[in-house]
């Protein structure tokens, strides 16, 4: 499995081998069940991008951003940052490297300890690792809550005196005190209007280009993804299905997966989309504690084949016989499919309604 | 008003962070709260200035010796005991002493119980699980029962009463306090603080813990009532402190608990302390638990 890997690109700044996290549950009185929330993940977080990482809920993407910043145990596989392999460090070789990698967080109304003052939060990974007191912390938060576009008596407040976008604005700050060369950012809009969105996404453009910042972006939203991210891995109970470019995939995806998640992405132009195709996921995800044998997605694929596809795993590879630009997909059957040699199965996907 | 006032000022000390301010801003809104409060407040006053409210000294002797003490008359307003002492100043003096219990077993038993919990619901695993048993054990004593046990060891000092009533309460502190913390401790703000490699002692104490004392505060209001009771009763039991001149609630009522059909004032008077404290106490701790807690707001 590993030596199929890509190997690991020059100008990675983290990069993630075959990382595994299992989470073993239950125990007294009932049979212990491991859930593989990331089962065998492998990618490289180039130095100044943005890498989108998407796929339900449910399918291990917060975890992989948790395990990379080492908030879990990794259960197995390594994660190198910036040449340095942390998958073992223990919590004080960490510290000096805590500095460097920060975390947004989804719901801005649960990462803020709502009994300190945004001044103090900001502040605290400022005293943590003895950058910064008393006046030069203040003039520090200060600087920060500038950045981030909140005015400068915002400190003295506590959280539940701001609305959501504020809150995350905070968090932002909090996160950009140690000036940190990658964030994990997990989804730091979803919980957000539509209206504030776009002012945050702006933002972390317009810090990325500023302060030199790798992003790892993990969200569902589609359209945010494509927006922000240079390259995207979609992501299906707990493995990657495909890499590309964010315009490579979204033009032309290989895997029947980000297929069915791009067509149900809908299109602001009624002609268009009332002629598109759509493909129909059926059934649920399965769950993690007992994933699918062989491909993991084939009891959902319209394209399920009778061989392969139950009895063996896909590697992520890139499709022979073309450009592949990087893109590499998990799909036995990716280059049949993209020529049209096998039909989706009946009832899957809607085709062009006739128009009138 | 300027109990209420003085009571709130107090509690503002206590806790100055911004969603306490927002609770006792509520508490001030909720009748039954201020009533604790006015009781309560009337009780510290009391005994603060004993010596100037109670005309004569808790031990004095201003009557004769007599079976049947007379009643309340204009000069003394609870009449007389059996000793000839004046009932009003014993009552007054009490309240230090009911006070002094009330304030001093509960804070016996918030160190240990918050020592505790906090320790279990911090590290979880095995500690957790050792220090949770052990106070499992201890709650399957009724807690008056332990406390008669712990006094009947420690011996029958005003001291160790109250830390016997104190300990009774350590399982229950640190229960919530455990509770609390654990959840807590998965929320994205301690990840947080985790990610940028705040040191675990310092999550405890800036994170976890002013995020979790609310309803330990609440409890605490609560565990002060029961406490006073508990002593009472301790001494009604004849299992108080040993010092007969001591002027506690619950000594005066078990000493004249014999005299109910011939002077009633002697069992009425006390009872109302212990009941009005009591009440009070625990107006103030619904009312403070109400305003904490969102959950059981309207």
């Known amino acids: 499995m590993t030596d199929s890997q890509p190997a690991a690109r020059p100008d990675a700044l983290v990069r993630v081998e075959d990382l595994k996290l299992h989470f073993s549950e239950g125990g007294f009185g009932r049979s212990r069940s491991v859930v593989k929330a990331v089962d065998g993940v492998t990618f490289d977080v180039l130095s100044g991008e943005t890498l989108g990482l998407v796929g339900e809920s449910g399918c291990g993407k917060t975890t992989v951003g948790r395990t990379i910043l080492r908030l879990y145990e990794p259960t197995a596989g390594r994660i190198v940052f910036d040449g340095q392999d942390i998958s073992g460090a223990s919590t004080r070789q960490l510290r000096p490297l805590r500095r460097r990698m920060q975390m947004i967080f989804q719901d801005p109304y649960s990462s803020l300890n709502p009994r300190q003052n945004v001044g103090n939060a900001i502040a605290e990974p400022l005293e943590v690792h003895g950058l910064a007191e008393g006046s030069q912390a203040d003039r520090r938060v200060r600087e920060l809550l500038e950045v981030v576009g909140l005015p400068a008596n915002a400190a003295n407040r506590y959280p539940h005196e701001f609305s959501g976008g504020q809150r995350q604005r905070v968090g932002l700050a909090r996160s950009l005190a140690l000036n940190p060369d990658l964030i994990v950012a997990d989804e730091p809009v979803s919980a957000l209007d539509v209206s504030i969105q776009a002012q945050i996404v702006n933002l972390l453009e317009d810090l990325q280009a500023e302060f030199g910042l790798t992003y790892l972006f993990i969200a569902h939203d589609l359209a945010v993804v494509r927006h922000i991210s240079d390259r995207i891995a979609v992501m299906y109970l707990g493995k990657i299905v495909e890499i590309a470019d964010a315009d490579t995939l979204y033009n032309s995806p290989k895997h029947p997966y980000t297929r069915a998640l791009l067509s149900a992405v809908p299109i602001p132009d009624p002609q268009v989309e009332r002629s598109r195709e759509r493909i129909i996921l059926t059934g649920d995800l399965p769950s993690p504690a007992d994933p699918p044998t062989g491909c993991r997605f084939h009891t959902r694929c319209p394209y399920v084949q009778p061989e392969r596809c139950h009895d063996e795993e896909p590697l992520l590879r890139p499709l022979s016989g073309r450009e592949s630009q990087g893109q590499v997909a998990a799909c036995h059957y990716a280059e049949d499919i993209e020529d049209g040699r096998l039909a989706p199965r009946e009832g899957l996907v809607v085709r062009a309604e006739p128009t009138a | ?298």
Not at chain 2, 90 to 112: H, N, P, W
Not at chain 2, 168 to 176: D, G, K, W
Not at chain 2, 242 to 248: A, I, M, Q, V
Not at chain 2, 258 to 277: D, E, T
């Open chain 2, 1 to 298: 008003m300027s109990i209420a006032e003085a009571q709130a000022a107090e509690l503002a000390v206590e806790q100055p962070s911004g969603l306490l301010k927002d609770a006792l801003v509520r508490l001030r809104r909720n009748p039954g709260a201020i009533l604790g409060m006015v009781l309560i407040g009337a009780f510290v006053l009391l005994a603060i200035f004993a010596p100037l409210v109670a005309p004569y000294g808790p031990a004095e002797r201003v009557g004769g010796l007599a079976t049947n003490p007379p009643g309340p008359t204009s000069e003394f307003w609870f009449g007389l005991d059996d000793q000839g002492r004046d009932l009003f100043s014993r009552i007054v003096y009490g309240a230090r002493l009911s006070l002094l219990i009330g304030v001093v077993s509960v804070a016996v038993g918030l160190t240990f119980g918050m020592s505790l919990g906090a320790l279990a619901g911090y590290f979880g695993g095995r500690i957790d699980t050792v220090v949770m048993r052990s106070m499992d054990i201890m709650l399957a004593f009724p807690g008056f029962l332990l406390a008669i046990g712990l006094v009947t060891v420690l011996g029958r000092g005003l001291g160790q009463i109250m830390i016997a009533v104190g300990i009774t309460n350590v399982p229950v502190f640190a229960r919530l306090l455990r509770g609390t913390i654990l959840g807590q401790r998965e929320s994205d703000y301690i990840l947080a603080a985790r990610s940028v490699g705040t040191p675990g002692p310092r999550i405890l104490f800036r994170h976890l813990l002013p995020n979790s004392v609310a309803p330990v505060i609440v409890q605490a209001t609560l565990a002060c009532a029961t406490a006073i009771i508990d002593v009472a009763g301790l001494s009604f039991l004849g299992l108080g402190p040993s010092d007969p001149g001591l002027p506690e609630w619950g000594r005066i009522l078990a000493d004249n608990a014999g005299r109910l059909n011939q002077s009633i004032h002697l069992v009425i008077f006390p009872g109302f302390a212990i009941v009005l404290s009591v009440l009070g106490l625990n107006l103030i701790g619904d009312g403070l638990r109400e305003a904490i807690d969102p959950k059981l707001r309207s």
